[in-house]
């Protein structure tokens, strides 16, 4: 920590022109020492729970002896095991929190090499904390359930974003803002400055005319249909690749000179739509 106060620090505070967050973890005896040492050097805090446990009291806690430690904005972040997120969503608010990051890393998870029999990383017992893409869908469920139940609790969106569309979906979920680190960490920090550059084609694209405009973009759902739709096929695009026939589920699409659907067997579950290379399916999603 002397390291990071000492130069690294006062270096970010004097070269930098935007606010500066720092992240900080984890239980209120980590806080009652973080807090008062970094607060000079920081905008907001945002402050990770991994380890601190599920129990709310606990986390209320914590969040008590941050805000009264710092006048700065505090943003809790949420892990992924929490079970009730509404629920911890209203307890740091309760205890002086301006808002939400969802989410922290997934875990325990394991990651081994069959070849040399060993688990390539982790701790004791051989595991390690998930981010990245595959948990991207985690975060978009979690941003969107806490920010449906505190419309006015700013959420900011964090787990699987390296790309410009990625954002798109983050914000039309609920968040208010993003972060990312997994993907510059695995493709680069250009990455970054290459989002960026990429938004305002993707918002062209999605025939949105602003960052705002996606924000203020009320999110469709719950249109929940208990009758199959079956897929209808454009044949001048299909390319007879076979795709949707080698992964239907129901056995339900055949291919003789043309793609055939048997909508006695399909359910209409939407699989070959999404998984079409040509987009030549439509009518089930």
């Known amino acids: 920590m002397k390291y990071w106060i000492n130069i690294i620090l006062p270096d970010l ?39 601190v446990g599920k129990d709310l009291s606990q986390i209320g806690e914590t969040v008590r002896t941050i805000t009264a430690l710092t006048n700065k904005p505090v943003f809790m972040k949420i892990s992924p095991h929490i079970p009730d997120v509404v629920a911890f969503a209203k307890v740091v608010q309760e205890n002086g929190a301006k808002g939400i990051v969802a989410i922290n890393s997934l875990g325990p998870t394991l990651k081994l090499d069959a070849a040399k029999r060993r688990v390539l990383m982790g701790n004791e017992s051989g595991e390690v904390w998930t981010s990245g893409p595959a948990i991207k869908p985690v975060a978009l469920a979690i941003v ?17 974003i390296e790309s410009a569309t990625d954002i798109v ?61 079956h897929p209808v096929i454009d044949h001048g695009k299909c390319n007879l690749c076979g795709i949707c026939e080698r992964i239907c589920p129901y056995f339900a699409l055949e291919i003789t000179n043309r793609v055939v659907v048997n909508i006695q067997e399909c359910f209409g579950c939407g699989l070959c739509e999404s998984k079409c290379p040509a987009k030549a399916m439509s009518g089930v999603l």
């Open 13 to 51: 505070r004097k070269d930098l022109k935007i606010p500066l967050i720092l992240s900080v973890g984890y239980s209120k005896e980590d806080m009652e020492v973080l807090i008062p040492a970094l607060e000079g050097y920081c905008d907001a805090f945002e402050v990770s729970t991994h380890y």
């Open 144 to 160: 969107n359930k806490i920010k449906t139940a505190m419309p006015n609790f700013t959420v900011i969106g964090a787990g699987g």
């Open 169 to 229: 979906e983050f914000l039309l979920a609920g968040a208010d803002a993003v972060q990312m680190l997994s993907a510059a960490m695995l493709r680069g920090k250009d990455l970054y400055q290459k989002i960026l550059k990429d938004l305002p084609v993707v918002l062209t694209s999605l025939n949105f005319k602003s960052v705002k405009e996606v924000v203020e973009t009320p999110l469709q759902k719950g249109n929940v249909k208990y009758q199959p739709s």
